[in-house]
């Protein structure tokens, strides 16, 4: 089993509509959580972190996490098809400072 | 204008050379990393480093070597020994308080 799994995709909505991003990960102890967007060709980029239990919102981005069932998700509002990328989903190691990442989920967002 | 640096953008290396690829922070951030990104696939770690004069390997260390002399700088070398180099490189800087961590742009290495 992957330590941290996504389904790669793509993910197809159209251009309005709510993404739903999903990530589970395999260890219990882990406490924090990222969530990167990747434009082809470029570098990873911050969309937000989340630690606790619950929902965190950011403008139209929403992250999600359940630590009992071990999920988090990223829901991306009114999509836009600027949103189009391959979306990280990372996760902190209980042992060092280090990040695990998932292989990515595609969104390819239809105008 | 902070952030990190990456050089060169695009490396072109011949069989059984070494090359050496340049990351630089000004974000005064204590750990730094380094990571492969082949097509398809997420990030795989090669190197960290916590502080200055320490660094540790990560899942794929092998043919690689690192140094870390100053805390702004943290080169990575990909040597003779790694079979299977070309593949995106990118460099990234830890924030301690939110344990994010920010990428630098990349370096993209093709094995000629």
């Known amino acids: 089993q992957k330590e941290v799994e996504q389904n790669s995709g793509p993910l197809s909505v159209p251009e309005g509509a709510i993404a739903s991003l999903n990530c589970t990960y395999s260890d219990r102890g882990s406490q924090s959580f990222f969530w990167y967007r990747q434009y082809s060709g470029k570098s990873p980029e911050l969309i937000m972190f989340i630690y606790s239990n619950g929902d965190k919102e950011d403008g139209r981005f929403t992250a999600q996490l359940n630590k009992a069932s071990q999920y988090v998700s990223l829901l991306i509002r009114d999509s836009q098809p600027s949103d189009s990328a391959t979306y990280l989903c990372?996760?902190?190691?209980?042992?060092?400072?280090?990040?695990?990442f998932g292989a990515g989920t595609i969104l390819r967002v239809k105008s | 204008d902070g952030g990190i640096t990456q050089s060169p953008k695009y490396l072109f290396r011949k069989e059984g050379q070494n090359v050496t690829l340049s990351c630089e922070q000004n974000?005064?951030?204590?750990?730094m990393y380094w990571y492969r990104q082949d097509p398809g696939q997420g990030l795989r770690l090669i190197y960290y480093?916590?502080?200055?004069?320490?660094?540790q390997k990560g899942d794929i260390a092998e043919g690689y070597s690192v140094s870390r002399e100053k805390k702004e700088s943290f080169p990575l070398t990909v040597t003779s020994a790694q079979k299977n180099p070309t593949a995106f490189y990118l460099c990234a800087a830890r924030d301690t308080p939110t344990d994010t961590q920010y990428f630098g742009p990349g370096t993209r290495l093709t094995v000629l």
């Open positions: 990372a996760v902190k190691t209980v042992y060092g400072n280090k990040l695990v």
């Open positions: 480093s916590q502080i200055v004069n320490d660094f």
């Open positions: 974000l005064n951030h204590d750990a």
